[in-house]
C-alpha cells in the first residue's frame, strides 16, 4: 500500500465496517474531499472496495467509488494499526444483527471494532459510532476504549446515527434529512461540525443531543416508520373482511395533510436488516430499562407486518384451487426493497420458503439478488429472468417492486405462464390491464367487486 497522504488541516477520517452503510460513508466522504481509510474484517470486502468493485448492489456507487478512488483520497485496508495511525475522526459502520434466540441486538461487533481500534491509537481522537444500538451503548463503549486505550481519557465517543435508504443510500448520505450529533464534549461536537461542514454548509437541519438521545432517535424513528406500514396494512385486514379498498381508503388518508402519504402504502411489509430487528430489539431494551410497556405495540406492528406474508400466501392458494401440491409458483423478487440486493428479513423470500414449505414447486427471480437470495435458501430454484421464472407458471407472485415487474405486459406474461393467476402482494402493477388480460388478479386488502358478505348481514338473512 502506498504511504496515505497526511497532509492539511482537516479531519482524516476512518470508516470501520465497509457494508452497505459504511462502504456508502466512506466513499461519500471521500467525495467531499476527505481523506478516508476503510477498514474491515473482510478481506474479500477490502480487495473487492480497492479494486473499485462494489460487492453489493447500490445504484451510483460504482461511479461514485471509481471516482474517489482515482482521486487517491480513498484507502482500504484490513490493518488496524494503519487505522489507529491514520484516523483523526473514526466512525464505525459493523452490524448490529437480531441474537440468535432473542429479540436483543448482537452487540459483539461493536465491541469487537471498537477494542480493536482503542487499544491501538495513540493521541487524542474521535470515535463515532454509526451502528444502531440499544440506548446506553455508548456510555458503556465509552468506559470500555477508555480503559482499552494508551491514551485513555483522550478518547472521545460520539454517536452519529445514520437513516439512509438502501437504494437511495449516496442522495442520502450527501443530502440528508438532518443530521444528528450525540456528544458528550464541545470537542466532539466541533469535530463532528468539521467532517459534515460539506453537508452543513446547504443548510442541513442539525439536532445536537446527548448520546443517549441520538442512539434513541434512530430506532425512534425506524419504530414510527414501521408502525405507519403496518398500520395501513391493519387496515388492509379490515377492508378484506368488509369487501373494501385499502388502496382507495390510503389515498384518502394520504391526502390528509395531518395524516400524510409517505409510508401509508399497504402491501407485504417490511423487511430489511434494519426496521425488523431495530423494533425488536427497541422493546427488548425497553422491557430491561423497566420501561417496556411504553412501546409494548411494537409487538404488535411487528404481528401484523409477519401476518401480511401468511395472508400473501392464503391468497395464493386460494387462486390455485386450495392445495399446492403439484403446483409451480413464479415468485418475482427476493430482495426486501426494490434497488437493493439485500435480502436479510425479506418478506418476498419469506414468503417463497412458506410456499415451498407448503409442497409448491417455487421458481424466484430477481433482478439483483438473486445470488444472495441462493445463499440464504438454496432449496429454492432461481431463475436468470422474469420470463423463465414465469414459464408455466400456475401463479405468479409479485413480491418486490422492481420496475421490470411493474413494466412487465400483462399479455405477453399471460403468454408464458399455465394459469393466468397473480398476486399483487405489493400493489405495484395495474390491475385493470391485468384483468383485461384475463387475469385473476389479488392484492392485499382490496376485493376487486367480489361480493363479501358482513358477518351481521349473515345473521339478519338467517
Ligand atoms: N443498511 C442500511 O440501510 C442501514 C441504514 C442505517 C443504519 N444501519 C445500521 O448500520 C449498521 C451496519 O449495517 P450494514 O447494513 O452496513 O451491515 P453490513 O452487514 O452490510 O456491514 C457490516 C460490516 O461490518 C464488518 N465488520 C464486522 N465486524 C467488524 C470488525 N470488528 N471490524 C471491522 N469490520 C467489521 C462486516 O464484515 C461487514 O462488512 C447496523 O447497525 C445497521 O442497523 C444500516
Same mark, same amino acid.
Given at each position: 500500500m502506498a504511504p496515505l497522504n497526511t497532509a492539511g488541516s482537516a479531519p482524516r477520517i476512518t470508516v470501520i465496517g465497509t457494508g452497505y452503510l459504511g462502504a456508502t460513508h466512506a466513499v461519500s466522504m471521500a467525495s467531499l474531499g476527505f481523506d478516508v481509510l476503510g477498514v474491515d474484517v473482510d478481506r474479500s470486502k477490502i480487495d473487492a472496495l480497492a479494486s473499485g468493485r462494489v460487492p453489493f448492489f447500490e445504484p451510483g456507487l460504482p461511479e461514485l467509488l471509481a471516482e474517489t478512488l482515482a482521486t487517491g483520497r480513498l484507502r482500504f485496508t484490513t490493518d488496524f494499526d494503519l487505522a489507529a495511525e491514520f484516523g483523526d475522526v473514526h466512525f464505525v459502520c459493523v452490524g448490529t444483527p437480531q441474537q440468535q434466540g432473542s429479540h *436483543? *441486538?448482537?452487540l459483539r461487533y461493536v465491541d469487537a471494532a471498537f477494542s480493536a481500534l482503542a487499544s491501538r491509537i495513540t493521541r487524542k481522537s474521535l470515535l463515532v459510532g454509526k451502528s444502531t444500538v440499544p440506548v446506553g451503548t455508548a456510555e458503556r463503549i465509552t468506559a470500555l476504549v477508555r480503559r482499552l486505550s494508551p491514551v485513555g481519557a483522550e478518547l472521545e465517543l460520539a454517536w452519529n446515527p445514520e437513516f439512509l435508504r438502501e437504494g437511495f443510500a449516496i442522495e442520502d448520505t450527501l443530502r440528508p434529512d438532518r443530521l444528528v450529533f450525540g456528544v458528550a464534549s464541545a470537542w466532539a461536537e466541533e469535530r463532528l461540525r468539521a467532517v459534515f461542514a460539506p453537508i452543513l454548509g446547504r443548510g442541513t437541519p442539525l439536532v445536537v443531543s446527548d448520546l443517549r438521545t441520538a442512539e434513541l432517535v434512530k430506532v425512534a424513528a425506524n419504530s414510527f416508520l414501521a408502525t405507519k406500514i403496518s398500520y395501513i396494512n391493519a387496515m388492509a385486514e379490515v377492508c378484506e373482511a368488509v369487501g373494501a379498498d385499502v388502496q382507495d381508503l390510503a389515498t384518502a388518508l394520504g391526502h390528509g395533510a395531518r395524516i400524510g402519504?409517505?409510508?401509508l402504502k399497504p402491501g407485504l411489509g417490511f423487511g430489511g436488516g434494519c426496521l425488523p430487528k431495530d423494533i425488536r430489539a427497541f422493546r427488548h431494551r425497553a422491557e430491561e430499562l423497566g420501561v417496556g410497556e411504553a412501546v409494548a405495540f411494537l409487538d404488535e406492528v411487528d404481528r401484523i407486518n409477519l401476518r401480511r406474508r401468511s395472508r400473501t400466501v392464503d391468497l395464493a392458494r386460494e387462486l390455485v384451487g386450495g392445495d399446492f401440491a403439484g403446483v409451480r409458483v413464479a415468485c418475482l423478487g427476493a430482495a426486501f426493497k426494490p434497488n437493493s440486493d439485500d435480502v436479510r428479513d425479506a418478506p418476498a423470500l419469506d414468503v417463497a420458503r412458506m410456499l415451498y414449505l407448503e409442497g409448491a414447486s417455487v421458481v424466484v427471480y430477481d433482478p439483483e439478488a438473486n445470488v444472495n437470495a441462493h445463499r440464504a435458501y438454496p432449496d429454492l430454484d432461481y431463475a436468470p429472468s422474469l420470463a423463465e421464472a414465469a414459464s408455466d407458471a400456475d401463479v405468479v407472485l409479485l413480491l418486490t417492486e422492481w420496475d421490470e415487474f411493474r413494466e412487465a405486459d400483462p399479455a405477453r406474461l399471460g403468454a408464458l405462464v399455465r394459469r393466468r393467476n397473480v398476486v399483487d402482494a405489493r400493489h405495484a402493477l395495474d390491475a385493470d390491464r391485468y384483468l383485461d388480460a384475463g387475469w385473476e388478479y389479488r392484492a392485499l386488502g382490496?376485493?376487486?367487486g367480489a361480493a363479501v358478505p358482513l358477518p351481521l348481514d349473515r345473521e339478519a338473512v338467517a
Open positions: *436483543a *441486538a448482537d402519504g409517505r409510508f382490496r376485493s376487486h
